[in-house]
């Protein structure tokens, strides 16, 4: 064990020492920063003329969402919200820049914009609906059954998210969720820096010893046949774990420190309205950043078998950011469900919120897991079965030789 840590300390040491590992943080830094703080940098323009500063905004948006934090999202607060954008003229292409709207409508537009979100009516149609709590909440309900509808839900998972839905209580209670929204937003922007990062920097773990051929004199040695591969694998997941919660906790805490902390308790469907489950914004914030830290692994590992499996570490490279790359820009029909599923399932896709809060279940013993709670445990079997394989691939190479 003690063999096992000195090599470890020094596959850790070797990765730092190299320079693209110190690149990829300051651009995996910068990007963190600019997501997480980009909403109150500049200004806002109508046209070409500044109206206000991106700032400014933010406060008076904030100060009018403190005079409803806390207030239940009912009849009284529909009505209220409705007569403020019976006062904005209709006959303006944007509405939003007319004193009215200032005046007026401004201070309910949090509400108005959870009534768009929650029943996918356009802004027109909201302005013209006549208010109504239960007609609200049954839009709402009409709106999940046409999305469990395309996502071709089975009779035993509608049934499962309707006994989650009655879980939930109405009316809704309004909750400032600005911070929690924003890291919601953007763990897919932090999951691909953070994938990119590993691909990059754990491209040449096993493909170096091959490359500069130092492989021979490595795989000879005392400790070569195991110990070597050890220190290495673990050298490489504490890299990917590392990479991932250093720009968490850089995220979190530039969130915090500029929209504050509140709406840790406010309901989940305050930002994510199509998911029914009965969770906490904080809870499913958290869940997100913990499904990016265990996907860590499972990349992490892949990464080093191909880098292990071609003895190139741009072939590596090129393997790895092109899934990810695919995954962005390729997608499978929801009609084709397994395939569909298992594709948005896959470690280059899964970080999004859309893929990790799924309506689409995984059955187990006659009942039903979420993708959250299913798919981090399959990534870690399947990591200890790529680490096994891989070791496998390492030492058959040392037996055949050059």
């Known amino acids: 064990m003690n063999n096992l840590g000195v090599l470890y300390c020094y596959e850790l040491k070797k990765l730092l020492k190299r320079k693209i590992v110190w690149i990829t943080l300051v651009v995996c830094l910068t990007g963190t920063c600019i997501f997480t703080i980009s909403g109150v940098i500049g200004s806002y323009y109508a046209g070409n003329k500044v109206i206000d500063t991106n700032y400014n905004m933010f406060l008076t948006d904030r100060a ?13 607060l529909l009505e209220e919200m409705s007569e403020a954008y019976s006062m904005v003229p209709s006959n303006v292409e944007k509405y939003s820049q007319t004193e ?20 996918h009516m356009t802004p027109s149609d909201i302005m013209q609906w006549l208010p109504n709590e239960n007609d609200l909440y049954a839009k709402r309900q009409n709106m999940l059954e046409s999305n ?10 509608k049934t499962f998210w309707l006994q989650k839905e009655a879980q939930l209580k109405t009316p809704y209670i309004y909750q400032i969720t600005e911070s929690y929204s924003i890291l919601f937003r953007g763990i ?40 070597a591969y050890w220190a290495k694998i673990l050298a490489g997941i504490s890299y990917a774990m590392s990479i991932s919660l250093i720009l968490s906790i850089i995220a979190f805490g530039l969130t915090f420190a500029v929209y504050g902390t509140n709406g840790f308790t406010a309901m989940f469907q305050l930002i994510f309205a199509v998911y029914s489950y009965p969770l906490t914004v904080g809870q499913a914030v958290l869940i997100l950043y913990g499904c990016m830290l265990v996907t860590t692994i499972i ?3 892949f990464v080093m078998l191909l880098s292990e499996m071609l ?15 695919l995954s962005m820009i390729c997608s499978i029909p929801p009609q084709y ?7 948005d399932w896959l470690p280059n896709a899964f970080l999004t919120p859309w893929n990790v809060f799924d309506v689409r279940l995984f059955p187990v013993f006659g009942g039903y897991l979420t993708a959250w709670q299913v798919v981090p445990i399959i990534y870690l079997l399947v990591s200890v079965g790529i680490v096994m394989v891989g070791k496998s691939i390492y030492q058959r190479y040392q037996v055949s030789g050059r």
């Open 337 to 343: 469900r397994v395939l569909a599923q298992i594709w």
């Open 148 to 157: 469990w509808q395309s996502e071709n839900l089975s009779d035993g998972e």
């Open 311 to 325: 003895h190139s570490s741009i072939a590596t490279l090129a393997i790895t950011s092109g899934t990810l790359i």
């Open 64 to 76: 009018y969402e403190m005079a409803l934090d806390g207030r239940k999202i009912d009849q009284s």
């Open 299 to 301: 990349f992490s590992v």
């Open 100 to 119: 009215e709207y200032q005046k007026y409508a401004r201070p309910y537009s949090a509400i108005f914009n959870f009534v768009g979100s929650t029943t």
């Open 188 to 227: 897919t922007t932090l999951g691909i820096l953070v994938l990119l990062s590993i691909a990059v920097c754990l491209a040449g773990v096993f493909a170096d010893e091959h490359t500069k051929r130092t492989d021979q004199l490595i795989l000879c040695s005392t400790h070569g046949k195991s110990i």
